[in-house]
């Protein structure tokens, strides 16, 4: 447990750090997106930064080496139902950092453009993305078990927080906001 909290804390210290940064990108992307007489600059680099700053620090977790077993399970709900047995705030840890992963993705991509505000697009978008980062964890070998449970798991958070932040923002987007 005293791990999780250490990891916790890094997450806050580094999000401390990050939030001018992100203000910052926030402006500056904004300002250049003016000039290029963007339809929207404003809401499209709050959106473009938010997913980046709210998935870069999942994935570097999940990127980073471990001493775990390096494996796969591709037995849909086979490691949700073997968790189940483990103590609540290991199921917390997995079942919440799993469904956070690709949260930012999916609050903010159809924000971010009309055409992705459909919870079926945006369930594509971070299933294929889960399933790049489950290889990736699998081929490089970084000691930790990719799992089709993880790819559900993360793909349903996205889903969820689109279905979260959708209904406030599908009407205001316009049809074209990002110019082709």
Do not use: C
Request: aromatic share 8%.
């Amino acid at each position: 447990m005293a791990r999780t909290w250490e990891l916790w804390g890094n997450v806050i210290i580094a999000g401390t750090f990050a939030l001018p940064l992100a203000l910052l990108a926030i402006l500056l992307l904004s300002r250049h997106r003016v000039r290029a007489s963007h339809p929207a600059p404003l809401r499209t680099s709050i959106a473009d930064v938010g997913i980046v700053v709210g998935t870069a620090p999942w994935i570097w977790m999940i990127l980073t080496p471990s001493s775990g077993q390096t494996g796969v399970s591709l037995v849909p709900f086979k490691d949700l139902t073997e968790l189940a047995s483990a103590p609540w705030e290991a199921v917390l840890v997995q079942v919440g950092g799993n469904l956070l992963v690709f949260a930012a993705l999916g609050a903010l991509l159809p924000v971010r453009s009309g055409g992705m505000s459909s919870t079926a697009r945006v369930a594509a978008v971070a299933a294929a993305f889960s399933v790049l980062v489950e290889l990736l964890q699998y081929a490089l070998r970084l000691g930790r078990f990719s799992s089709i449970d993880d790819v559900i798991l993360n793909t349903a958070g996205a889903v969820i927080a689109s279905l979260v932040t959708r209904r406030w923002w599908a009407g205001r987007i316009p049809a074209r906001t990002v110019p082709r």
